[in-house]
DNA sequence: CGCCGGTTTGAAGAATTTCAAAGGGAGTGG
DNA sequence: CCACTCCCTTTGAAATTCTTCAAACCGGCG
C-alpha cells in the first residue's frame, strides 16, 4: 500500500489503538483494508432502516448519527459518530438493519467491505476482539442513554450529552482544550434525548446563563467542567476508554 | 461428557442454535463447557458495579435482569433475561462492569469461565460470531428501548415491553400459547420505562380493563395480540429471530 | 434580497409525578 | 393455623415538568 492509502485510515487505526494496543502486522493489515472513500453532504443517508449492507462505513471526518422513527412518525437519535468511528458495525452479524445512519454535516466516508472485514477478523482475531469490545462500548452507551431519558431531568440530560461528546471527542484528539466542533442542531438534541425542541431551548438558555457553556458558530466551551459534569450526573466509565485489560 | 452435564447446557444449545445454525463439533464443544451451577434466591446480585468477572453468568431457569442507579438514587432497568440469555456477555471484553445484574426471581444459573469461552471461541470461530451476533441484538434490545422511552407515551411503553417478554418466551419456547410467565413487579416495570409506579399501575388498569392482558398470579395472558401489538408500537424486527443469513 | 431552517419567547395544556394512605396477598414465625 | 409483616398494588388529589401551539426573530446561503 501506498502512503495516501495508509494515511486515509489512520482514523481507524487510532481508534483501534485507543481499544487495544496493536502489534505491527495488525496496523499493517488495517492500513491494507481495500476501502471506497465519498466526500458526503449533510444530510444524506449511509444505511436505511431494512437495509442489507454489504460493507462498513468508516467515519473520517465529519458527524453522523443513527436514528429510528416511531409509530407516530418522531424521531428517535441513538447516537453520534466522529472521526474513527464504525457507526455500522454491527451489520457485520446484523444483516438486516434496524435503524437509519444519516449524515450529520458534510463528512468524509470510507466504505469497507463485510468481506474484507471478515478476513480481517479471520486471519488476525485479536483484532476482532477489537472490533467487537468496540460494539460492546456502543452498547455500554446506549445503556447510559437509557439511564438518562428513563431516569434523568431535562437539564441533567442535555448536560450529559454535552458531557459525552467533549470528552469522545477530546478522546479522539479532535477537540483543543475544552472546545469542540458543535454541528448539533437544538431539534437533534431534542430528539436524542426524548425532549421537545422548545424545553431544550430553555435548558441550554440556562446553561448558558449560568456560564457553564459558551456556543459560537459551530463550536462549543465548556466553561466549567466539573460543574458541568456534576449538573449532567456525568461519570466516563461507561465510555470504557482504558485500553482492554 | 456425560448425559447430565450435557443437558444442563440444553438452553444455551437451543439458545445458540437460534442465533445461526450449529455443526455437530459445535454443539459438542459447547456441551464440554466447564460449567458451575447455582441455584439463587430472588433479589441478589450477580454482578455488581465496577466489577471485574472471571466468568460470565448463563441463565438456565428463573430471570434475571441488569440495572444502573443513576445520582439521585433512582434505578434504571436496563434489560431481562430468560433461560438461555448470557446477560453479562459483554463482560468477556468489556472487563469492568458498567451496571448490576441480579435476580428477578429464583434462578438457576450457570457460571462459565472467561477462559473457557475465549478457548471456544478461538476453536470455533463461527461460534464465536453467535456470540457476538447474540451481543449485538442485546444492543438493539436497548435501542428499541430508547425509542420507547424518549418517543413512545406511557401506555405505549408498557404494551410494548409486555409485547417483547411474549415474543421472548415464545421464541425460548417457553410459553404456551399466548401465556407467559410474569414475574416482574409494577415497580420493575416503571424502573424499565422511565415511569413512576402509579403512573404504570393505571396503564396497567386500562389495559385489563380493554382486555388486552389478564394477569393471574404470575402468569400474564395476551387476549388480544393484534391489539397490544397495535397498542405498543411493536414490531419485532429489533428481536433479529431470524437466523443469521 | 429573500428564503429556509433553526432559534427564541410566551402562554396554555397535557401527561406524568409526587404525596399520602388504604387495601391485598403471600410467606413467616409464634 | 393464625396473625403479623412486608412488599406490592391500588386509589385520590395536588403539583410539576414538559409539551404543544403560535409567532417572531435570526443568520447563513443561494
Same mark, same amino acid.
Given at each position: 500500500?501506498?502512503?495516501?492509502?495508509?494515511? @486515509? +485510515?489512520?482514523?481507524?487505526? @487510532?481508534?483501534?489503538?485507543?481499544?487495544?494496543?496493536?502489534?505491527?502486522?495488525?496496523?499493517?493489515?488495517?492500513?491494507?483494508?481495500?476501502?471506497?472513500?465519498?466526500?458526503?453532504?449533510?444530510?444524506?443517508?449511509?444505511?436505511?432502516?431494512?437495509?442489507?449492507?454489504?460493507?462498513?462505513?468508516? $467515519?473520517?471526518?465529519?458527524?453522523?448519527?443513527?436514528?429510528?422513527?416511531?409509530?407516530?412518525?418522531?424521531?428517535?437519535?441513538? =447516537?453520534?459518530?466522529? =472521526?474513527?468511528?464504525?457507526?455500522?458495525?454491527?451489520? *457485520?452479524?446484523?444483516?438486516?438493519?434496524?435503524?437509519?445512519?444519516?449524515?450529520? $454535516?458534510?463528512?468524509?466516508?470510507?466504505?469497507?467491505?463485510?468481506?474484507? &472485514?471478515?478476513? &480481517?477478523?479471520?486471519?488476525?482475531?485479536?483484532?476482532?476482539?477489537?472490533?467487537?469490545?468496540?460494539? +460492546?462500548?456502543?452498547?455500554?452507551?446506549?445503556?447510559?442513554?437509557?439511564?438518562?431519558?428513563?431516569? @434523568?431531568?431535562?437539564? #441533567?440530560?442535555?448536560?450529559? *450529552?454535552?458531557?459525552? +461528546?467533549?470528552?469522545?471527542? @477530546?478522546?479522539?484528539?479532535?477537540?483543543?482544550?475544552?472546545?469542540?466542533?458543535?454541528?448539533? #442542531?437544538?431539534?437533534?438534541?431534542?430528539?436524542?434525548?426524548? &425532549?421537545?425542541?422548545?424545553?431544550?431551548?430553555?435548558?441550554?438558555?440556562? *446553561?448558558?446563563?449560568?456560564? +457553564?457553556?459558551?456556543?459560537?458558530?459551530?463550536?462549543?466551551?465548556?466553561?466549567?467542567?466539573?460543574? *458541568?459534569?456534576?449538573?449532567?450526573?456525568?461519570?466516563?466509565?461507561?465510555?470504557?476508554?482504558?485500553?482492554?485489560?
Amino acid at each position: 500500500m501506498n502512503d495516501v492509502s495508509s494515511e @486515509r +485510515l489512520a482514523p481507524l487505526v @487510532r481508534k483501534l489503538a485507543s481499544l487495544g494496543r496493536l502489534s505491527q502486522p495488525e496496523i499493517d493489515a488495517v492500513k491494507a483494508l481495500p476501502i471506497t472513500i465519498r466526500d458526503m453532504k449533510a444530510g444524506q443517508d449511509l444505511v436505511r432502516q431494512g437495509d442489507r449492507p454489504s460493507q462498513a462505513c468508516l $467515519m473520517l471526518d465529519g458527524m453522523s448519527y443513527r436514528f429510528k422513527i416511531v409509530g407516530d412518525g418522531a424521531r428517535q437519535i441513538l =447516537s453520534y459518530h466522529i =472521526s474513527g468511528d464504525i457507526p455500522d458495525l454491527q451489520s *457485520l452479524y446484523l444483516v438486516s438493519t434496524d435503524h437509519t445512519l444519516s449524515t450529520l $454535516m458534510s463528512s468524509r466516508v470510507a466504505f469497507i467491505p463485510h468481506r474484507s &472485514l471478515h478476513h &480481517l477478523i479471520e486471519t488476525h482475531p485479536r483484532l476482532g476482539g477489537l472490533l467487537w469490545r468496540d460494539t +460492546l462500548i456502543d452498547g455500554s452507551i446506549f445503556r447510559e442513554w437509557m439511564c438518562s431519558m428513563g431516569r @434523568r431531568s431535562a437539564p #441533567t440530560r442535555v448536560a450529559h *450529552l454535552l458531557c459525552e +461528546l467533549v470528552v469522545r471527542y @477530546r478522546n479522539a484528539g479532535l477537540a483543543a482544550e475544552m472546545t469542540i466542533p458543535f454541528g448539533l #442542531t437544538q431539534i437533534n438534541i431534542g430528539d436524542s434525548l426524548g &425532549l421537545s425542541v422548545v424545553h431544550v431551548n430553555r435548558v441550554f438558555r440556562d *446553561l448558558k446563563r449560568d456560564r +457553564l457553556i459558551s456556543v459560537s458558530g459551530r463550536k462549543l466551551t465548556v466553561l466549567q467542567w466539573a460543574e *458541568l459534569k456534576r449538573a449532567g450526573d456525568f461519570d466516563p466509565d461507561y465510555l470504557h476508554l482504558a485500553p482492554e485489560g
